[in-house]
């Protein structure tokens, strides 16, 4: 069964980074998506961003918000996705959900959390002084 586990999360200060990762485990996939939500407080569920690839083609795609300040890489094994977060702010203050779909969905399939079959438990990001 495919799992995928978040860490990373903490407490940093305004303008601070931390580095989330997402570790996949039960298999690979020559396919996938691998997004990052969050969920603030009374707040719905929002896309952060995503890594699609298939073979040899990788694509990484980032909401407005955090366009700029976040950046998505992967592990060479492709069992891990980290998410840099830099330039922390407040309104960033969340918990920070990995989720999997193991293929490689079109571009306006990525925002929705109910495309992605496989959910971490969430890590705790807040951004306070």
């Known amino acids: 069964q495919v799992q995928v586990a978040e860490t990373g999360g903490g407490l940093v200060q305004p303008g601070g980074s931390l580095r989330l990762s997402c570790a996949a485990s039960?298999?690979?996939?020559?396919?996938?998506?691998v997004a990052w939500f969050r969920q603030a407080p009374g707040k719905e569920r929002e896309f952060v961003a995503a890594?699609?690839?298939?073979?040899?083609?990788?694509?990484?795609h980032y909401a407005n918000a955090v366009k700029g300040r976040f950046t998505l890489a992967r592990d060479n094994a492709k069992t891990t996705v980290f998410l840099q977060m830099n330039s922390l702010r407040p309104e960033d203050t969340a918990v920070y959900y990995c989720?999997?779909?193991?293929?490689?969905?079109?571009?306006?399939?990525?925002?929705?959390?109910?495309?992605?079959?496989?959910w971490g438990q969430g890590t705790q990001v807040t951004v306070s002084s």
């Open positions: 989720a999997l779909e193991d293929s490689r969905l079109i571009v306006s399939r990525l925002w929705a959390g109910e495309n992605y079959d496989v």
């Open positions: 039960g298999r690979t996939f020559s396919s996938y998506t």
């Open positions: 890594v699609r690839a298939s073979g040899g083609n990788v694509q990484y």
